[in-house]
């Protein structure tokens, strides 16, 4: 729920992408385990989340970064806007 505030605070498109796709877009794997999603989290992003909600909102951002939707995104720039979206729910976080 906080991650979708946070993205409709920073006038994102919200889409919905299936469990098995971020599994196999961040693991290789459609059926991975939370360890092996929090493991992978941290191999790519080189940090260690708080917790499995943290992993797997991680990962489905990455994941909705390999995706376009046919460029119906709400920004110009993807990455700058899933940046903002994601550093606002960091800071939201370190506030509390």
Avoid: C
Wanted: hydrophobic letters at 40%.
């Amino acid at each position: 729920g906080a991650s979708m505030i946070a993205l409709a605070e920073a006038g994102l498109s919200i889409k919905e992408l299936s469990p098995k796709f971020v599994k196999k877009t961040v693991t290789g794997y459609g059926s991975a385990s939370k360890e092996q999603i929090k493991s992978m989290i941290e191999k790519i992003l080189n940090i260690v989340p708080k917790n499995e909600d943290s992993s797997d909102a991680l990962a489905i951002a990455i994941s909705g970064q390999t995706i376009n939707y046919d460029n119906n995104f709400a920004f110009t720039d993807k990455n700058n806007g899933l940046n903002m979206a994601i550093a606002r729910s960091l800071l939201r976080e370190q506030h509390k």
